[in-house]
């Protein structure tokens, strides 16, 4: 009886959000959107380089776009998922990383300066020692075959790694 009623309170309460308009994209969007493709990626860490792959795909309304990464690493392989997008009540981007090192998400916003074309975006997540901490992101678009991009933990000069990404044709 107890999980009926919960079911029947759950579609009222959806009814007024149903009948709202859905977003929509925005401009925003386009700065993500442009990633849509394949993808080969060289990422330096350590003093190594791994070399990969990366799938973008805009979904989900033309919301979000939705990145898929493989790549050696050391030994093994690496795995890692994406979703990024434009929060137009925030006036931020926003992105979730997932990846086959960590069990933890890294949130991250930012914004974008288009007479740079950089994306600049923090958050907090486990270090390497799985202590919470600081860290930025800085991709810059200097064309739409390349992607730099940057990842910093804290307010260190030096990158935690790179990685440039190449449009395959």
Request: aromatic share 10%; hydrophobic share 40%; no cysteine.
């Amino acid at each position: 009886m107890r999980t009926m009623l919960t079911a029947i309170t759950m579609m009222v309460l959806a009814v007024p959000v149903l009948a709202q308009p859905g977003a929509k994209p925005g401009p925003e969007h386009d700065v993500i959107k442009r990633l849509e493709g394949n993808w080969t990626i060289l990422m330096k860490a350590g003093g190594m380089e791994y070399k990969g792959t990366m799938a973008y795909k805009m979904e989900l309304g033309g919301l979000w776009l939705v990145g898929s990464m493989e790549s050696d690493f050391g030994e093994g392989k690496f795995t890692g998922k994406s979703l990024d997008t434009y929060d137009a009540a925030k006036k931020k981007y926003l992105t979730v990383w997932v990846d086959s090192m960590s069990t933890t998400p890294i949130f991250m916003e930012g914004t974008y300066d288009a007479k740079t074309k950089t994306l600049t975006m923090t958050g907090e997540a486990p270090d390497m020692e799985g202590k919470l901490a600081k860290w930025k992101s800085v991709t810059e678009y200097p064309d739409n075959d390349t992607v730099n991009f940057t990842m910093y933990l804290a307010d260190a000069k030096e990158p935690m790694f790179s990685i440039v990404y190449k449009r395959k044709k």
